[in-house]
């Protein structure tokens, strides 16, 4: 208003000087220009701030990549997080598994399969939607409940391979948290190697017999559906050639679970071995198209690679306030660890490093949403960020000192999760292979 009525004026003062009327349509015109600018300015939303100029690295209402709605869901999914997860984690880590009740409570806020259309049962929203429940996990420390692979990595093979019975039967149970899912690829002799699986199905009449079994499998004691890896075609030109995905049961004949796995991480989330013994597999079960699922993996295996990156960021955001309230309070030689040196440009080199990883990884984001993300780059976000996520747990344990080696610090536990992140999705060493042969291959 100031700056209106100061134009205001000056073209007063000009009408009042001026007698040449080439000059007052002149001022007049740039009057106008101006109000329109001002117009314009007022009706447009101030611009967000990214992380780097935020006052934490977890802040509402920054990044450019989302808007106010973007906003509104966040509160909600940290209130989920921080009611209905944090208070109970501890007895889960004890168990081994989170609670069936925490899934459906997830279902019943609109927390699962977030992307799934509306007219398969889902709530419809956007992949910034979906990366906030993703954010939001890490932020609470929390990495039990297998959110993100139920609902980013296997609900979109069914929704996209899968036929109309297969999504109106499963995707609304899936979406609810009443059904909970796993993916099995993983062999004791192939993990990121997947032309190695030796889980095989064959048919008879109509039917498939499976056998095989499956190893490191997130979700998989809990599972209610499992999408499974095998091969179908043992004289196909190329393994790659001869796999399909189905979709089993637990219940079925002849599939049985093993033991939870024994973590060094990841405490409460049911990490499982699979066992098929000649499990009759109606033709129902196959999940697209025969001897298709190789390609079904790689279409697939970019957004799983996406969702890792994106965590290990967040994960670097929720350890590094986690450190800077940390040295702000511990004392030593008579004032907070926060004053010395060689603190504060340990935590200027971390915060750097870790806008820089959120800068990339928003723009994978970015590029997901437009349907633009290639497997290259999907891999060197996956790489890249699950190895930063390694080297800040490290030198923000470093800094709590003894205390970030008892297992009641929240670094502590952020330090033994973030191991895994560069081992599974396809391990960091695989997804430099990826990167380089998109270097030096032909054009």
């Known amino acids: 208003m100031f700056v209106k009525n100061v134009l205001q004026e000056s073209y007063h003062g000009i009408l009042g000087v001026c007698r040449r009327g080439q000059l007052i349509l002149a001022a007049a015109r740039r009057l106008q220009h101006s109000q329109g600018q001002l117009h314009d300015q007022a009706a447009r939303p101030a611009a967000r701030p990214e992380t780097s100029g935020a006052k934490t690295l977890m802040d509402i209402g920054t990044r450019r990549i989302f808007n106010e709605d973007h906003d509104l869901f966040r509160q909600s999914v940290r209130r989920f997080f921080l ?32 992307m799934t259309p509306e007219k398969c049962g889902g709530i419809g929203g956007d992949l910034f939607s979906a990366a906030i429940t993703w954010e939001e996990q890490m932020y609470s420390n929390c990495s039990g409940p297998g959110f993100a692979l139920h609902s980013d990595i296997v609900m979109p093979y069914v929704i996209n391979y899968g036929n109309k019975e297969q999504i109106e039967r499963f995707i609304p149970q899936l979406a609810a948290g009443t059904c909970i899912s796993a993916i099995a690829m993983t062999e004791p002799g192939a993990g990121s190697d997947l032309q190695g699986v030796r889980t095989h199905a064959k048919r008879d009449g109509s039917d498939w017999i499976l056998n095989g079994n499956k190893v490191f499998i997130t979700n998989g004691w809990m599972a209610d559906l499992v999408v499974v890896v095998a091969v179908t075609n043992r004289e196909a030109k190329t393994a790659a050639h001869g796999i399909s995905l189905f979709l089993v049961e637990n219940g079925m004949k002849g599939f049985q679970k093993g033991r939870k796995l024994e973590k060094i991480g990841l405490k409460a989330q049911d990490t499982a071995e699979l066992f098929f013994e000649d499990v009759r597999l109606p033709a129902a079960a196959l999940l697209g198209e025969e001897n298709r699922g190789f390609y079904y993996l790689m279409n697939e295996l970019p957004q799983e690679r996406l969702v890792i990156a994106d965590m290990a960021i967040a994960s670097c955001e929720f350890m590094f306030e986690e450190t800077r309230n940390y040295v702000s309070q511990r004392k030593a030689f008579g004032k907070t660890i926060a004053h010395l040196q060689t603190v504060q440009h340990k935590l200027a080199e971390l915060k750097t490093e870790i806008c820089v990883g959120r800068s990339f990884v928003d723009s994978c984001l970015q590029l997901h949403a437009e349907k633009r993300l290639d497997a290259s780059s999907a891999s060197m976000a996956k790489f890249w960020a699950s190895d930063l996520q390694n080297k800040v747990a490290t030198q923000c344990l470093q800094l709590h000192g003894g205390w970030g080696y008892m297992w009641e610090y929240p670094i502590a536990k952020a330090f033994v999760d973030s191991r895994i992140q560069p081992i599974y999705g396809g391990t960091n060493e695989i997804m430099k292979e990826l990167i380089a042969r998109t270097i030096v291959s032909q054009k």
């Open 83 to 114: 009611e209905e997860v944090i208070p109970h984690h501890k007895e889960w880590e004890k168990a081994g598994q989170v609670s069936r009740e925490v899934w459906e409570k997830a279902g019943q806020q609109g927390l699962l399969g977030v």
